[in-house]
């Protein structure tokens, strides 16, 4: 067995599940920062590593099934006619300067499917590398992930530190949702 290899996507480092690899860029559990990752990543092309705490807990329970079907996900991004002055904040700063977030702000750049499971891998996923139909900027503070499912949708706010579930106001989901009938 090779100590560090490539699967899917997936950075396997002595069979563990301890990042992700798309193009030129890698996302890497800080835990296993050592000098074979870093070399091994160097001969695979790969020009930005962003090392990440946590990832290998988060990948370690997202392992691939190949029975699992995908899933339905929307990026949402602060539409670029929206106040200025709401783009790029954390959660608790929007909050505290214009209430809740309100997708009648958002716009949604990117509809689709994918396999993972949890908010975070969504994020590495769009934030490294878009699928053509994606039509805004790479996934930043402000932006929010929906994970649609059979009981409904989770919504999770891009915060400076991590990802947090909110529920915003609706007024721009029902005007999405009617644009698309």
């Not at 539409?79 to 700063?93: G, H, T, Y």
């Not at 949604?108 to 590398?129: Q, R, S």
């Not at 409904?152 to 106001?169: H, M, W």
Request: proline share 4%; net charge negative.
């Amino acid at each position: 067995m090779k100590a560090v290899r490539i699967d899917n996507g997936i950075l396997l480092y002595y069979g563990n599940r301890i990042g992700r690899v798309q193009g030129e860029h890698a996302h890497v559990d800080s835990n296993f920062q050592n000098q074979r990752i870093i070399d091994f990543l160097k001969k695979q092309h790969v020009a930005e590593i962003e090392w990440k705490e946590g990832l290998y807990d988060r990948l370690l329970n997202t392992a691939a099934d190949p029975e699992k079907k995908p899933k339905k996900v929307r990026i949402w991004q602060i539409r670029p006619e929206a106040d200025v002055r709401i783009k790029f904040l954390s959660l608790d700063v929007f909050r505290e300067s214009f209430g809740n977030p309100d997708l009648e702000n958002y716009c949604c750049v990117y509809e689709g499917e994918t396999e993972a499971d949890n908010p975070e891998e969504i994020y590495l996923i769009y934030h490294m590398e878009q699928p053509e139909d994606y039509q805004g900027h790479p996934i930043a503070i402000s932006d929010i992930i929906e994970q649609c499912g059979e009981e409904g949708s989770a919504y999770f706010y891009v915060d400076r530190y991590g990802l947090i579930q909110i529920q915003p106001d609706m007024e721009g989901e029902k005007m999405q949702q009617e644009m698309t009938l």
